[in-house]
């Protein structure tokens, strides 16, 4: 019995005797075999048909042994070619090693010869394919990774992300501030046939609309007094790539216009200027507003709401998931451990237990901040209830079990974690902003929510 191999070989020779007892050779061996008699006929077959090993003899009329190599590798990259070659054509041959050819075999030949040194061929191929294989895998897992968490919507919202990912559709992104909208975004850019390009971010919420204009469209020379030259905006300078549209919501109306023109025509009018540019860009918009509801109240275009929000990923507070940050405070901290040189390498029990009872107003980010602080605060080599935040470690496992009725809403969450921080530099709004990794402009906007402004600016 011949075991098969499945693997498909094709026989270029001119000679009838030596192609038959080629083909003889190797079927016997249990390969799949095709043999043509000239290198026209195989180079035809090239183009409309897969080869693990192409076998061609070097000298034929018309089209030779070294034409088929060329053609193989340009056809099919990853498919070896072996030459035979008569005793005066062995130099030739060893030229079309040089040329990406796996081996020559000398006629005559030894059956045992062939059959070596076709196995080595198809066994260099099949390693070749599995490195490349792993290495793909390991790029999209190291690209996905970024995103932890294993509860049921944090899986569903992985699930989305790959199935999306590949498509051009605009995606829209809804969750509260922190919970992850940017690094979905950026996910969903890496999985997609534009990771090589760029991947550029701004946000809607801290900018004129004048300027807002000039950064994403970009201007002309003397568009306006002191444009000494014109510059791209950031739709072009993403071509080929995504933009990130954050804060969609704070887009004034007259802007939201001009933003549905670039989605449907595929061109950017540059301030100032007369003709358009063409683009080719993926939208991916956030917001942690209630999009529909502006939409109704006249505040949002529903145009523009339908072009952005073909799909949508609604990313839940991590209140909802408390399951999800024993996880990510671990992540946090092998991540800020690297980042700092530090080797804490655990959180003390009574500690995790407060964090995972903690509601999180802040959610990710805010996990993010308190693990970071009490990385560069840990002693020894835990985490303990010291290098925790007041408002969380005064938090006992036990009181915080008998508070239940009166359980801090997630607004005061949230205004005794701007106090906190604002009272930790003092005031300094930038310092704040900073630490919460927010702009000046939304903690601004937050502390005015909360009744908690001074009275200055940002
Ligand atoms: N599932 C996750 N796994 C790991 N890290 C996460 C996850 N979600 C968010 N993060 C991290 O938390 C931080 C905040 O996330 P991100 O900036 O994406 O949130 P956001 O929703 O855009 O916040 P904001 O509304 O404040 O702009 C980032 O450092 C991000 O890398
Ligand atoms: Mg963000």
């Not at 501030?177 to 990771?195: N, W, Y």
């Not at 990385?375 to 835990?382: F, M, Q, R, S, T």
Request: proline content about 3%.
């Amino acid at each position: 019995m011949v075991e098969k191999n499945n693997e498909i070989i094709l026989i270029v020779e001119d000679e009838d005797i030596a192609r038959k007892n080629l083909e003889h050779i190797l079927v016997k061996t249990g390969y799949d075999v095709i043999s043509v008699n000239n290198g026209s006929k195989a180079i035809e077959l090239l183009h409309s048909k897969d080869f693990d090993l192409v076998i061609t003899d070097l000298k034929m009329d018309k089209v030779d042994g070294l034409q088929v190599l060329h053609k193989t590798k340009v056809l099919q990259p990853y498919t070896e070619v072996i030459i035979i070659t008569g005793y005066a054509t062995i130099e030739t041959s060893v030229q079309a090693m040089h040329n990406g050819a796996y081996y020559y075999i000398a006629k005559p030949y030894k059956i045992g010869e062939v059959r070596q040194i076709t196995k080595e061929a198809l066994l260099k191929r099949r390693l070749r394919l599995e490195n490349i294989e792993l290495k793909e895998t390991l790029k999209k897992q190291r690209k996905i990774s970024a995103i932890v968490g294993t509860s049921k919507v944090m899986m569903d919202v992985q699930k989305t992300i790959h199935q999306i990912a590949p498509s051009d559709i605009n995606v829209l992104i809804l969750g509260e501030s922190g919970t992850g909208k940017e690094l979905v975004a950026r996910s969903i850019h890496q999985l997609s046939s534009r990771s090589e390009k760029e991947f550029v971010a701004f946000n809607c919420g801290s900018f004129t609309e004048e300027l807002m204009a000039n950064e994403l469209f970009g201007h002309e020379k003397d568009a306006f007094t002191g444009a000494t030259k014109a510059k791209a905006g950031l739709i072009k300078v993403a071509d080929g790539g995504t933009v990130f549209l954050d804060e969609i919501g704070d887009m004034p109306l007259s802007m939201q216009v001009k933003l549905l023109r670039v989605i449907q025509e595929k061109e950017v009018l540059p301030v100032g200027g007369e003709t358009s540019v063409p683009v080719d860009v993926r939208f991916i918009a956030a917001t942690h507003r209630d999009l529909k509801e502006d939409v109704d109240n006249g505040n949002f275009r529903q145009d523009l709401f339908y072009r952005l929000n073909v799909i949508t990923i609604k990313l839940p507070s991590l209140t909802h998931r408390h399951g999800d940050i024993p996880l990510l405070a671990q992540h946090f901290l092998a991540q800020k451990n690297k980042a700092m040189n530090t080797n804490v390498q655990n959180i003390q029990k009574e500690s995790m237990e407060l964090l995972r009872q903690y509601s999180w107003p802040g959610n990710i980010r805010e996990l993010e901040n308190v693990i970071e602080r009490a990385v560069a605060l840990a002693k020894g080599p835990e985490i303990t209830l010291d290098d925790l935040p007041e408002y969380i470690s005064n938090l006992s496992v036990e009181t915080y079990r008998r508070m239940d009725s009166e359980m801090p809403t997630l607004e005061d969450q949230e205004k005794n974690y701007i106090k906190w921080v604002l009272d930790k530099c003092e005031g300094n709004k930038t310092k704040a902003a900073k630490i919460m990794d927010i702009d000046r402009v939304s903690l601004w906007r937050k502390m005015k929510r909360f009744g908690m402004n001074d009275g200055s600016n940002v």
